[in-house]
């Protein structure tokens, strides 16, 4: 499903002319397969947010290769790696990123409002999409009338709604107090069991990384596979 090789990556930083260059990504190689949720560990500023970039076609890589269901990402023009995306990849942040202005019903509506669904199609999808994240009581209310728990439920149904084959998710549990975080990493664990849905999880949360089936450890740009310390 998803085949990572060799990528690397390297900033340049500082006045031109008196760049320093800082190899963030050094030879990774990594292969998801359909049906598994796939962690990777790292501390701030290993490289974990580089890496979801790439591979989300948001940045190019300066050398190596992504490949989504064969699909070689970095040769695809800005518009087409737009339209991959929102095809394969659904987006679950830390920070939500709900729009404030929109209802819960109205966020998980808008990526299909994009793709130029019909109201009627749109309707019945999204509230299908809220039964299986448990979000019905809610569908009317405003972001910032909803817990944070709520908050990334909406922010993973609008994720879902689409029918993406894979899942990006970058510290999804970040936001939220341990009971929530449970409650969150339950859910991905559900829909990826009941749905077959695939995960790539970046975080620096050992918690979190235990929900996978493998987990690597990015460290000095290199990635290092990972043993599950305990179980959840
Ligand atoms: N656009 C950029 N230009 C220059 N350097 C960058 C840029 N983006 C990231 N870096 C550097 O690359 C390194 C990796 O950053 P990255 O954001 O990928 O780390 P991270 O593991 O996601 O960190 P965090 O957990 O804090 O989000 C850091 O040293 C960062 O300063």
Redesign the pocket.
């Known amino acids: 499903m998803i085949n990572i090789e060799n990528l690397e990556h390297t900033?340049a930083?500082g006045k031109k002319g008196e760049e320093r260059r800082?190899p963030?990504l050094k030879g990774i190689t990594l292969e998801v397969k359909q049906g598994e949720i796939v962690a990777i560990l790292?501390?701030?500023?290993?490289?974990?947010?580089?890496l979801l970039n790439i591979l989300a076609g948001f940045m190019a890589p300066e050398s190596g290769s992504v490949k989504v269901n064969g699909q070689e990402t970095s040769a695809l023009t800005e518009a087409d790696s737009a339209a991959f995306r929102l095809a394969n990849f659904g987006f679950i942040f830390q920070n939500f990123q709900l729009m404030p202005g929109l209802t819960a019903f109205e966020n998980v509506e808008l990526p299909l409002k994009i793709k130029g669904l019909s109201s009627r199609e749109r309707t019945v999808r999204v509230e299908e999409m809220m039964r299986k994240v448990g979000l019905t009581e809610v569908a009317e209310h405003y972001p910032n009338e909803l817990s944070g728990g709520q908050q990334q439920r909406v922010s993973i149904a609008r994720a879902l709604v689409t029918n993406p084959p894979v899942l990006l998710a970058d510290e999804p549990t970040g936001s939220l107090d341990s009971e929530t975080e449970q409650e969150i990493l339950q859910l991905i664990q559900a829909l990826n069991s009941t749905l077959g849905l695939t995960f790539v999880i970046i975080t620096?949360d050992e918690e979190v990384a235990n929900v996978a089936h493998r987990q690597y450890r990015?460290h000095d740009g290199e990635l290092v596979k990972g043993e599950k310390r305990h179980a959840v």
């Open positions: 900033f930083i800082i963030v790292g501390r701030s500023g290993s490289g974990k947010s580089t620096h990015l």
